[in-house]
Structure formats: structure tokens, C-alpha cells
């Protein structure tokens, strides 16, 4: 995560203090002063709390910083929000990027609640995707495993249907995982393509209720299956996800993007990191944005490691393989940029020959 800003060594000191409500007081230290105790680690200024006071010293522009903190931490807190360590991490995230937007704001955008769980972004990027979603008919949602790409657009799908914005939702997956081929799988075809499925299930069990899934599904209502089985239809007043899109080709991407119908949105989602697809097969969603570039209602989010909403290791893991990729791939240019600086064009012994002569 991106640390609070450092102050310039010459900066005059300063100091600040916050009156909390009592009301406040737990919500905002946590239990057992856990987001207090991330706080003081992250923020260069001096955390001190006395009573229902929070003192602040150091630099200005540190004490600053970690008054903008406890702003955004105590609206939360009066907004009826519980706050974690996590929730500390990510607002000095967001205030460290220098944005201008409100963490608060962020967080506390609701989509879904059900059995006093909400769903709600957690990281600007992921406000920014479900903006997105609100404000374009196709939507593209690329990054690392863990940033809730799929499960938001899910949470967005659900939403929609249950406003009447559209009438039903598709759920849809290629069948290609980790060098698996369906045929070699055991079972029946369902059996099959059950496992590929089962996180979209998994989801859905979060935003619905568990007993009105069978009948939604046997009504139609909500449809969850493989993308070979979109071929050929026009899909209407749906709301339809096709996540593991990098497992597409790009003739099954082109297949699957023009089954939008009439008062339809489609959102595609995946990691171009974890490309299942046979050697030498390139990945539909690698090569989508180059030709829908520039065509309108068209939108393309990107999320990364800080929009890891798992555990905090997770987004460590991500950055970690992201840079042995890269290495990975530098090693592999370089012995051809050597070879071709190497090989000596046909002229160059022509040249040399004439410089004996």
C-alpha cells in the first residue's frame, strides 16, 4: 500500500487535536485500539489519545495529512460504518494518491444489502468500475484476482434486476481452466461444466437469497452457462457478465460482445495475467482494447495489486509476480535484440569488400 507522504526535513512543527464524540470513540480506535495502532504505524505524525481527544504532532503538512485521515475515519463512523484496520490502510491509500476525492465518499457507496451485509466499493478504482458500469452499456473490468471485479459487477447485476432495469441476468464463463479439456473430464456435460460455474454460484448465494435461486434460474430469470451456449442468440433487456474473459479467443470475444440486444448491459471481466488458452492462441481480451478503442459506450476500468481486496498478502503476491514477469520477459527480448545487432546485413560485406579493393 502507498505510505503517508513524508514532509520536508526544514517544515515547521505543528500540532492538532481532535474532539471525538463518545459515541464515536470505539468505532473510530476499534477494538482494542486496533485502528489506532495502524495509524500510528502508517502516518508520520505522533498519534497520541487522551480521554475523547486525538493529538496530532509533527510537520504541518504530516499533521495535516493525518487530520484529513481521522476526518474521513470519524464520517465513516457517524455514517454507521464499522471501521477495521483494513478501512485505515485504504484511506490513507486514497488520500496518498492525491486525488482530491473523498475516501468516505467512496466507501460508502452502497450497492446491495442483505442480512446486515452491504456490498460496497472498497478502493477508489473499484468506485470508479461501478461509476462505470452506471454509465456505459459495455464495460470492461481487467485486473489481478481478489480486486472484485467479477463479484461487483455481479452485485451491479442483482441491483438492476431487482430496480426492473432489466428483466434477467446472464452469467457466463468460456470452459477452459489450467490445461483441462472438457472432454477428458469425467461425468456428464453438466458435471463437466459445473466446476468452471461455481464461483458465479458462489457469488450469487452472497446477494440473493439461497432458496430463490432455483427458482429464478428455472424461470429463466437468471441463466448461468457456459459461452459456447451464447452463440447465436440476441440477448434482450438482460444484464449479462462474461467473466475469465482472457480464456476467450478474439473470434469468441467478437462472438460474444455482439450478442447485445436492446436495453442491455454487458460487462467483461478477467486477469491477462492468468491466460489458460493453448500456446500460440492469443487471448481475446489482450487484443479487444486496441479495436474498440474509441468507440463510444465503450468503457474499459483497470484495476491493480492496491484494489486486492482479500488478504493483505494477496496484493503482495500480485506485485510479486508481476515483477518475475516482467523480468521474465526482458531476459527473453534481450538475447534478440543482440542477435539482430549482431547479424550483419548482406551490404556490410559488400562495403568491406570494396574498402580491400
Not at 527480448?333 to 560485406?349: L, V
Amino acid at each position: 500500500m502507498s505510505p503517508a507522504p513524508q514532509a520536508d526535513i526544514d517544515e515547521p512543527h505543528a500540532q492538532s487535536k481532535i474532539a471525538v464524540p463518545d459515541s464515536a470513540v470505539l468505532g473510530l480506535l476499534g477494538s482494542s485500539d486496533e485502528n489506532l495502532r495502524v495509524a500510528e504505524q502508517l502516518l508520520m505524525a505522533d498519534v497520541h489519545v487522551r480521554g475523547n481527544e486525538l493529538s496530532l504532532t509533527g510537520a504541518a503538512s504530516d499533521v495535516a495529512f493525518a487530520e484529513r485521515v481521522f476526518t474521513e475515519l470519524l464520517t465513516l463512523v457517524n455514517r454507521g460504518q464499522q471501521l477495521g484496520p483494513d478501512t485505515v490502510r485504504r484511506i490513507i491509500t486514497m488520500l496518498s494518491a492525491g486525488t482530491g476525492e473523498s475516501p468516505a465518499e467512496v466507501l460508502s457507496l452502497d450497492i446491495l444489502s442483505r442480512r446486515g451485509k452491504t456490498i460496497r466499493p472498497k478502493t477508489l478504482n473499484q468506485k470508479r468500475y461501478v461509476d462505470a458500469i452506471d454509465k456505459n452499456t459495455i464495460i470492461f473490468g481487467i485486473g489481478p484476482a481478489g480486486t472484485g471485479k467479477t463479484y461487483l459487477a455481479m452485485a451491479k447485476a442483482v441491483q438492476a434486476l431487482q430496480a426492473k432495469q432489466v428483466n434477467r441476468i446472464i452469467l457466463t464463463r468460456p470452459a477452459v481452466e489450467a490445461g483441462e479439456r472438457l472432454g477428458f473430464l469425467p461425468g456428464t456435460l453438466n458435471e463437466k461444466i459445473d466446476p468452471y460455474l461455481r464461483p458465479l454460484y458462489d457469488a450469487l448465494h452472497d446477494m440473493l437469497d439461497p432458496e430463490s435461486i432455483p427458482k429464478l434460474m428455472q424461470a429463466g430469470t437468471i441463466e448461468v452457462a457456459p459461452l459456447a451456449y451464447m452463440r447465436g442468440r440476441t440477448l434482450n433487456d438482460a444484464f449479462i457478465i462474461l467473466d475469465e474473459a482472457q480464456n476467450t479467443t478474439p473470434e469468441q470475444m467478437k462472438m460474444f460482445l455482439t450478442r447485445l440486444g436492446f436495453g442491455s448491459k454487458i460487462v467483461v471481466t478477467g486477469d491477462i495475467s492468468q491466460v489458460d488458452l493453448p500456446n500460440g492462441v492469443r487471448s481475446g481480451l489482450r487484443v479487444v482494447r486496441d479495436i474498440l478503442d474509441g468507440v463510444n459506450d465503450v468503457h474499459f476500468a483497470q484495476l491493480n495489486s492496491h484494489d486486492v481486496v482479500r488478504h493483505k498478502l494477496v496484493g503482495d503476491i500480485v506485485d510479486a509476480y508481476e515483477r518475475w514477469t516482467e523480468a521474465e520477459e526482458a531476459e527473453q527480448e534481450a538475447p534478440m535484440y543482440q542477435n539482430r545487432h549482431s547479424r550483419r546485413h548482406p551490404m556490410a560485406d559488400q562495403v568491406n569488400r570494396n574498402r580491400r579493393r
